[in-house]
């Protein structure tokens, strides 16, 4: 059993006050002193610039009183007296806050006083805002703290600036769920007094609300600018379709006019001997316009500007493709007949028709499935 070295009388409640030798620290200009009150009161008081091994040893005796003593369901009251702190270290003040939200369920009250303004409205702000911080309080002295101890151990739940606290909370959330959930930007966010502990949270909202619309604005802004890119990029891929598809008729035409005079070239030949001669030398001249690949290294340009990488991709997903069979799979990218195939690559219509079987062997596309359709997703 631990010696009691001091016991007095709490002046407003008149419960008795234990002071133990280690519920104190003191270390490196920084005190933190605990006592207990009654039964179910702790009282802490950090005096001084904070630092993070404390919060070690503030753990360790807070931690310690709560699972010492068996009453009220465990439940305590948990006083905190911060008018001597002058400063704490970002880790402290983490860590402090974790272990207060840690422990919350063990405590009817967190009571604090002698803070500054921003951690009041950090703590106000919080309490408001998330059920977490239910049973946090604001008062401004020690006398206050134990009235609102005694007034909850009596019964009496009603405590100062609760309903005022509550209608702020629900207020600060009804602007946020308006521009979250709503995307409204044009709220009236009431601009408070300094001296309101909400003044810096309803101006946050606020400045927030500005950002929100200019980001909002901006927004609209690129969609409606993406959208006219997107308009002229389809017009324009629309377009060199078109003289794609067009080119490569002209193309066939051409290819059929070849054609055409050559078989007139050679039932002439076959009539006239003396014009053997000129007819041979005719159709030289057509054979090699017949396999000029002059116009098919242009289409290919084409092609390769409006489809871009077709080819490649083509190739990697059906490496087993010829290179006739992936110019056959361009020319029904552009929806092209068989008929208008063959004049194109001087075959007949029933070998461009064994070609597509031979495709969609290759591909693994059945009989229900569309080429074209196919062909046009890759």
């Known amino acids: 059993m631990i010696k009691i070295i001091k016991l007095t009388q709490c002046p407003i409640t008149g419960l008795p006050i234990s002071v133990k030798p280690e519920w104190t620290y003191n270390k490196n200009d920084f005190r933190v002193e605990y006592t207990q009150i009654g039964e179910n009161i702790i009282l802490y008081k950090p005096v001084g610039n904070g630092h993070l091994e ?26 905190g007296d911060f008018s001597g702190l002058t400063g704490a270290s970002l880790a402290l003040r983490q860590k402090y806050i974790n272990w207060l939200l840690y422990y919350t369920n063990r405590f009817h009250r967190i009571i604090f006083f002698g803070m500054s303004p921003v951690v009041k409205t950090i703590v106000k702000s919080g309490k408001s805002l998330s059920p977490t911080f239910h049973n946090f309080r604001l008062v401004s002295d020690y006398e206050s703290a134990m009235e609102m101890v005694m007034n909850h151990k009596s019964g009496n739940l009603f405590e100062e600036d609760e309903e005022e606290e509550a209608s702020r909370g629900k207020e600060l959330l009804g602007y946020l769920a308006q521009m979250t959930w709503r995307g409204n930007y044009e709220q009236e966010i009431p601009l408070l007094p300094e001296e309101d502990p909400f003044s810096g949270l309803f101006s946050a909202v606020s400045l927030a609300q500005i950002d929100l619309r200019f980001i909002h604005e901006k927004k609209l802004l690129e969609i409606e600018l993406l959208n006219k890119d997107k308009l002229i990029l389809k017009q324009e891929q629309e377009l060199v379709q078109r003289e794609l598809t067009s080119k490569a008729m002209r193309m066939a035409e051409k290819q059929e006019i070849i054609i055409e005079l050559s078989k007139d070239i050679r039932r002439l030949q076959s009539h006239n001997t003396n014009g053997e001669d000129i007819t041979k030398f005719i159709q030289k001249k057509l054979n090699h316009y017949l396999g000029d690949q002059t116009d098919w290294d242009e289409f290919e340009n084409w092609f390769q500007k409006v489809h871009g990488q077709f080819y490649d991709d083509l190739s990697k997903r059906y490496p087993d493709l010829s290179s006739r069979e992936q110019k056959i799979c361009a020319f029904l990218k552009l929806k092209m007949q068989s008929k208008d195939i063959a004049r194109l690559t001087n075959l007949v219509p029933k070998s461009i028709d064994q070609y597509r079987y031979n495709i969609r062997k290759k591909m693994g596309i059945s009989r229900k499935e569309n080429l074209y359709t196919t062909l046009n997703n890759i």
């Open 54 to 79: 404390a919060a070690d040893l503030f753990h360790e005796i807070i931690a310690g009183i709560i699972e010492d003593k068996n009453h009220e369901n465990g439940l305590f009251y948990l006083i």
